[in-house]
Each structure stands twice: as structure tokens, then as C-alpha cells.
């Protein structure tokens, strides 16, 4: 569970944290280490060497959901991240996927990935990365070589989806 569950989806919102997020301190080195509300311990927020990563929305908990109320929670997220994606388009530029199946076959297989892979997959995103270079953009400008992302992620039959950004000042490989 992250500190948004409950919360509608709020374009707007998810922009603005979107815009902060690009400009927060990113640790150069460092142990990874996902923050929780003091209150509640939900995430909201995992850190390590070069990125953040935050959740921006949850879906409702899919306990006893079955088909077709389990295709239109995915549907409702996948057009939360269209809509994202959309709005970061116009903002930014084109953006790029990173495909995530190889470092997470990787990790499911036990070797070590890059410490943001390992992050994202810790929190159970497991999504293909919608990726930008806001530095490069015409609008509004982040800190050279950082990078932007958005996925949706999902652990299991039970667990909300949830979707994500991400900044980090490493290339995605």
C-alpha cells in the first residue's frame, strides 16, 4: 500500500509532484531506502544512488474482483498513465520505453540488477518505463542528464495497481 491509497487521480496534481520531483537532491551514492508515511509506514518514496522514485496514485484493492471489474481497474490505470503521458508529451517532448522484462527476469532469477530496477521491482512495479529527458525539452527544465519516468505497476491478484515517476542522473539500460 503507498500513501495514496484512497486519493482520486488528479492529473494536475500528479504533474505538479511530477515537476517537483525533477528538481529534488538526488544522493550521488548510498544505500537504497523506501520511505514511509510516520503515521501510517505506507510508502512514499524510495531513494537511492541517483533517483526517487514516488507513487502518484492507487487503485482500490482488487480482493474478490474478477473479470469484468478487474479489466476496467486496469483499463482506469492504464488511462491515468495515458493521460501522463499525454500531458508530459506536450510539456516535454517524445518520450522513449524501457522495457523492463530483461533486469526483472534477472532478479526473479536471483543475479543482481541496478539498484533502481531492484527498487522499482521492490515496490512492485513492474511496468515498462515511459522515459523522458526533460534537460533536452523546450519547456520546463530539469537538472542536465536527469531523467524522467512513469510506469504502472502491479505485485499480484489482490494488490491496487499503482502508478509511479521516477527522476534519475543514470542512463536506463
Known sequence: MTSRAGEPFEPGRALTEIGQLLTVPLPPTGLTTALGDPATGEWTATQGPGFRIVPLWEGDPLTGVYAPEWN????????????????LDRLLGPHTTVPLHEPLQKWQGGAAVDPLYEALFDEDLYGDLTVWSPADATGPAAPAARLLAVTVGHSDGDAPLVLAALVCDRALS
Open 72 to 87: 476496467g481497474a486496469e483499463e482506469a490505470a492504464e488511462a491515468h498513465l495515458a493521460t501522463l503521458v499525454s500531458e
